[in-house]
């Protein structure tokens, strides 16, 4: 399981680089991030190496911002790598509300940051399964 | 044109002897049907009797819409409900709306004075009218309808809403007079010209706009874009509805309220204190042929003039300038009526909004828009855990809610918490972009 910083942005020019500066001078690192937007508004996804500082950081500058529960999976790169991880979860009928990938340095696999309606049961089935679950620890040090 | 003339232009000493006399024995009525005007009275250690000139009025307690809520539903009526076969309630109100009723006679008193109207504006039996208010609760629909009727003029009894069809059929009937909301009108004449449709060519010659406030400039560009007489109409479902006044058709310049069935004062909104005519004020009325619902000098929060100068078309009747604002923070969007505290109401039922909110009010075109921010509750935000329908399925909740309770079509934007305005003591929610 891992932490992830969920801030809500209103879509004016200058918010998102007020959140860039805010943790750049938290010396907080971002490992990965994605932006849901809406006319209005967008919340921004952000995996960092210190989760707890970075909410807290945020939360003294005025954001909104909160922890959420993710998880993250280490996905082959190759055909059929993503098949392979969904399907186990489809068969258990869990239900994944929004996800994003990056890259690992290494090049070799690619690691999906799921948010899922159950997380725990979602942690349980992906164990299972022999599926790769990424900690937050290894992760947040990538 | 004038439909009666013995009363529209009866002479004002003999007018104001009329008045008198109504007005005596409405307060007689009230005193004697209706406990809140008894209490309101005896509170003012006044008695019917006290009212031996139209001037003794002014000591007499005002009715607010507050009182007119606090009596819901019928408990301001003077007559049994027997006697009332017609109900309508004021548009846009959560639960306490307020409700009025009409005897038979009030209905055909309300038909008259109508008829009086669609005379001002130049109508008889061989017109035909387009009535695009309201039909329902709200009093626009068949106040107009039964008054093209008492006239004999040939009613279509379109209601609002379904524009394009509205647009065939001022085409393939061919009416010579609509009523509508003056927006409205503008609204028609865009879609119109959208559709191909040259609006300027249909055969309509007036038209009777009201529910709303507007401005010359309005009656400017409706008259261009529909090639037609552009005339305002006034009133409120408390004291009848349509056809408290009419502007006339002669004279264009203020609304000639019929003053042998609504008696008008002026007040400073702050003191309650009576203005002469011409200057400034609170629009109260007193009625004084109403049987099932009278009312003794309700505030009705328009602000306005009064002009007692002789009108070009002989009516002896006041006439009042346009409406140019309200002494209270009521909102007219699209011609429904609304508090901000009723949004307030609507939105404090949605669990993650805060109670913090600012109101929008613009003019696309011709269409009024409202768009209300509220600000995301924190602890909502942290459980949706960056799920974006979470956020959405509170601004469709809103928004289904405040079209649902109020009526009104509103566009919810969700604002980070803390960041809108926060007020000590008066709190300003409401900017009015609109230019009336």
Redesign the interface.
């Known amino acids: 399981m891992l932490e992830?910083i969920?801030i809500?942005?209103?879509n004016k020019p200058g918010t998102l680089l007020e959140v860039a500066k805010k943790l750049a001078d938290g010396g907080i690192n971002i490992r990965t991030l994605s932006m849901?937007d809406?006319a209005?508004?967008g919340?921004l996804?952000l995996i960092v190496d210190d989760a707890a500082k970075a909410a807290e950081v945020l939360k003294n500058n005025?954001?909104?911002a909160?922890?959420?529960?993710?998880i993250a999976v280490e996905v082959p790169d190759s055909s059929g790598g993503m098949a392979q991880i969904l399907l186990p979860l489809q068969e258990a009928g869990i239900n994944i509300?929004?996800l994003y990938a990056f890259v690992e340095k290494s090049g070799h696999n690619a690691v999906i940051i799921f948010?899922f309606d159950d997380p725990p049961k979602a942690y349980k089935v992906l164990q299972e399964n022999g599926i790769t679950v990424v900690e937050g620890e290894k992760l947040y040090k990538l | 044109m004038i439909h009666n003339p013995e009363f529209e232009m009866l002479p004002r000493p003999e007018l104001e002897a009329l008045q008198l006399k109504r007005l005596q024995q409405v307060a007689q009525k009230v005193y004697n049907n209706v406990p809140f005007y008894k209490d309101s009275f005896d509170k003012a250690g006044l008695k019917p009797q006290d009212l031996r000139s139209l001037a003794d009025l002014a000591k007499f307690p005002f009715t607010n819409k507050q009182d007119l809520r606090d009596n819901y539903p019928f408990k301001l009526f003077a007559e049994p409900m027997s006697a009332v076969v017609r109900l309508h309630a004021s548009s846009g109100t959560t639960g306490r709306a307020t409700v009025v009723g009409y005897t038979k006679r009030d209905i055909e008193t309300w038909s008259e004075l109508m008829a009086r109207c669609f005379a001002a504006a130049g109508l008889t039996n061989k017109d035909m009218i387009h009535n695009a208010y309201g039909y329902g609760l709200f009093t626009g629909g068949l106040g107009a309808h039964y008054g093209a009727e008492k006239l004999g003029a040939s009613v279509i009894p379109m209601s609002g809403g379904n524009t394009k069809r509205q647009i065939m059929l001022l085409q393939d009937f061919a009416p010579t007079a609509i009523c509508c909301t003056p927006s409205y009108a503008l609204n028609l004449a865009e879609q119109g010209r959208e559709m191909g449709v040259d609006m300027r060519a249909l055969k309509l010659r007036v038209g009777i706009l009201g529910a709303e406030p507007w401005s010359e400039e309005m009656r400017g560009e409706i008259e261009d874009a529909l090639n037609i007489d552009a005339l305002n109409i006034y009133g409120l479902s408390e004291i009848m509805g349509p056809g408290v006044s009419m502007e006339c058709l002669e004279g264009k310049n203020g609304l000639h309220i019929f003053e042998d069935s609504f008696l008008v004062e002026t007040i400073d909104p702050k003191t309650g204190e009576v203005l002469k005519p011409g200057e400034e004020g609170e629009l109260v009325f007193s009625t004084l042929t109403k049987e099932a619902f009278p009312l003794i000098r309700y505030r009705t929060r328009d602000i306005c003039r009064l002009n007692l100068d002789p009108c070009v078309c002989g009516r002896t009747h006041v006439r009042m300038g346009r409406v140019m604002g309200r002494s209270d923070d009521m909102l007219i969007i699209r011609g429904v009526n609304v508090f901000p505290s009723q949004i307030e109401a609507v939105m404090m039922n949605v669990s993650g909004v805060e109670p913090h909110y600012q109101l929008i009010v613009d003019r696309e075109g011709s269409l009024d828009t409202l768009e209300v921010q509220v600000e995301v509750n924190d602890a909502l935000f942290a459980k949706s855990g960056g799920e974006i329908k979470v956020l959405q399925g509170i601004e469709k909740k809103l928004k289904k809610d405040l079209k649902d309770y109020l009526g009104i079509s509103a566009q919810v934007k969700m604002v980070a918490p803390k960041t809108l305005q926060r007020f000590e003591g008066k709190a300003n929610r409401v900017t009015d972009k609109r230019k009336i």
């Open positions: 992830q969920t809500f942005l209103e849901a809406t209005d508004y919340v996804r005025g954001f909104t909160n922890r959420a529960t993710v509300e929004y948010r």
